[in-house]
């Protein structure tokens, strides 16, 4: 059976010297916490970015928020640096928030803000952490994602949120490669 984080469910997350637990928050219900950021299942043509700052693990565009940015602001900008693209719209599908239970950072809760959005492609300069970027089919994100150990059912309600297969097998789904003149 697929684990789908449920709404104020806590999932514990478990990495060398740290113990985190993340739970899911519908967009009416906005967490206290710091905020700590936007990421966005970003779709083109039907098709979801996914992006690599080594060519090897992939990700959802996103991060965290610079002075004065509100959440979708922060979307916004951080689509654009690490995507090369443009949101045109987007709808918030919800919040994680994130405690730490052990480690260096122990009681600091941070919420991050995750968006659906529709984007324009533009012209693949990447500026800062990104080398590259695909198009891949809803069919196969899950397989394209690099998801962190102990993050799939949180991953998993992002992407059933915005409509996408999770945690499925693609099944002849190809992964199209953007490639510079993209």
């Not at 916004?76 to 719209?89: D, K, Y």
């Not at 990104?130 to 992407?159: F, K, Q, S």
Request: hydrophobic share 35%; glycine share 12%.
């Amino acid at each position: 059976m697929v684990h789908v984080a449920t709404d104020g469910e806590a999932v514990d997350i478990i990495t060398t010297g740290d113990h985190w637990q993340s739970s899911w928050y519908p967009p009416s219900n906005p967490p206290a916490g710091t905020p700590h950021g936007s990421t966005g299942v970003c779709l083109v043509d039907g098709q979801v970015i996914l992006v690599s700052d080594d060519g090897k693990h992939w990700q959802l565009p996103g991060g965290r928020p610079e002075a004065g940015e509100d959440w979708s602001d922060t979307l916004a900008r951080e689509v654009s640096e690490e995507a090369c693209a443009t949101v045109l719209s987007c709808r918030l599908l919800g919040f994680s928030r994130g405690l730490c239970r052990r480690g260096p950072e122990q009681g600091l809760v941070l919420v991050r803000a995750l968006w659906c959005a529709d984007v324009r492609l533009d012209v693949w300069t990447p500026e800062h952490e990104m080398v590259e970027r695909r198009l891949v089919p809803p069919d196969g994100v899950w397989d394209a994602l690099t998801v962190p150990t102990g993050w799939e059912p949180v991953y998993r309600r992002i992407l059933i949120e915005a409509g996408i297969p999770a945690g499925q097998t693609a099944e002849g789904g190809q992964v199209a490669r953007l490639g510079e003149d993209q």
